[in-house]
């Protein structure tokens, strides 16, 4: 089966092949680019984004937050999260370290909390 890439934007591009690694990282930006209870096809599918709010920022909770969030694509093992808030922009950057069919690897999800 042949997966559809979406862009930086979230379009999609029905010309560029997308490998599976490639598409579990995907998955990730899809879940939590979600905010929890959002997607009426899965109640259950995204990111509390409660503790990543700036009046309600905590970083341990935020990390923790991602970190179930990711636990909902059962194809990777997170092995780090990192959150890096931008009050003013109202966003913040989650830095995964994660296994993706057993190898190593980075990237980076940026979420508007504002």
Known sequence: MRDIYLDKNGG???KTIIDRSDEVLQ???IILETKLGEFIGDPELGLDRT???EKNFNARYATQAIHDALEQDNRIGVLSVEVV???YKRTALAKL???VDGEA???????NVG
């Open 12 to 14: 999609l591009d029905f």
């Open 85 to 87: 808030p931008d009050f």
């Open 27 to 29: 998955s990730i930006r």
């Open 97 to 99: 370290t994660l296994t």
């Open 51 to 53: 503790d990543l709010l």
């Open 105 to 111: 690897k980075k990237t980076e999800v940026a979420l």
